[in-house]
């Protein structure tokens, strides 16, 4: 279902937000909204709870762009997908990932951008998982099976997370989310949800460069609904 899609999409944190404010839109704690946006929240606004290992409690508290407001009434504005974009940012990708060789629709080439760029990091993330495999369902598989469901895993959650964001056709081959199943260790997990933003932040920060002056876009953390 999409809505398990969701949850792989960011290892559980983007449920999270889903879960407690479906119609979130981008979220940020109060810190950056102030410091970052220059936006307050509004009084009596409800924070959304998500789970962050370098808290103390682990836990951190934050805030929908709709209970924040501007002294002047300002809009945040939140940068869009549009088809008059598409050749400009299949160039832009072509440009930082290397060719396409399946770009006949943007959503094609999200997809193959995202697999150069997975297939570029993977290694690394690797390396890494290896060393906390100790204890989870990954243990007693083969590298190239551990580098096969990180690779399908990523692939999927990535995709999906840079789709939805541009408000495109997210529905994938779901039967790649049941490997989610095996990251089951909660550093397993971090590297997993770690690897997923950095991949998905690649792409879509190359995006949304390409419509949008970056230098007056602040990137906060979104929601699966508008990923």
């Not at 398990?4 to 944190?13: E, H, I, L, N």
């Not at 297939?119 to 551990?146: A, T, W």
């Not at 997370?161 to 997990?189: H, P, W």
Request: with cysteine.
């Amino acid at each position: 279902t999409q809505g398990y899609s969701s949850a792989a999409s960011d290892v559980y944190k983007r449920q999270l937000i889903y879960n407690q404010n479906p119609e979130a839109i981008a979220v940020a704690t109060m810190d950056d909204w102030n410091k970052k946006a220059k936006r307050w929240i509004i009084k009596g606004s409800t924070s959304i709870v998500i789970f962050d290992d370098n808290k103390p409690d682990g836990l951190k508290y934050v805030f929908d762009v709709k209970d924040t407001h501007h002294y002047n009434n300002r809009y945040y504005n939140l940068w869009k997908y549009n088809e008059k974009y598409k050749d400009e940012i299949i160039d832009s990708l072509e440009s930082s990932f290397g060719e396409l060789t399946d770009k006949n629709s943007m959503r094609d080439a999200i997809i193959n951008a995202t697999m150069i760029s997975i297939d570029d990091n993977l290694s690394d993330y690797f390396e890494e998982l290896k060393n906390c495999i100790s204890g989870s369902k990954l243990e007693n598989l083969s590298d190239i099976e551990i580098q096969t469901k990180l690779k399908e895993i990523l692939l999927v959650s990535c995709s999906y997370m840079t789709l939805k964001r541009c408000g495109l056709n997210a529905e994938l081959n779901e039967s790649y989310f049941e490997n989610i199943y095996d990251f089951d260790k909660q550093s397993v997990k971090t590297i997993l949800g770690q690897a997923t933003s950095d991949i998905a932040d690649n792409v879509i920060t190359e995006i949304r460069d390409t419509i949008y002056n970056p230098v007056s876009y602040t990137h906060l953390t979104l929601p699966t609904n508008s990923l």
